[in-house]
């Protein structure tokens, strides 16, 4: 077999197996359901972080940042 034949094919082998792994991925992917996109307002908290007590006091005795929406 002539050199040239041989990466054509070599060439088209890996092509097709990059298509199916792309496919593979993209289907996977799609099964994890809707993209919601992210909230747009800083102080929104989601669910499972409303339980923990996150105050403006509390983070100043912790940490020396302040967040601008978190100043007294």
């Known amino acids: 077999m002539e050199r040239s ?3 054509a094919y070599l ?3 890996i092509s097709i197996i990059l298509a199916i792994a792309y496919l593979l991925l993209v289907s ?3 099964l994890r359901g809707e993209m919601i996109p992210a909230p ?3 102080l929104m908290i989601p669910s499972g972080i ?3 007590s996150l ?3 509390n983070l100043h ?3 020396a940042f302040t967040a601008p929406f ?3």
């Open 5 to 7: 034949k041989l990466v």
């Open 11 to 13: 060439t088209g082998a």
């Open 28 to 30: 996977l992917l799609d």
């Open 40 to 42: 747009q307002d800083p």
């Open 50 to 52: 409303k339980s923990l």
């Open 55 to 57: 105050t403006a006091e």
């Open 61 to 63: 005795s912790q940490t």
């Open 70 to 72: 978190l100043s007294p």
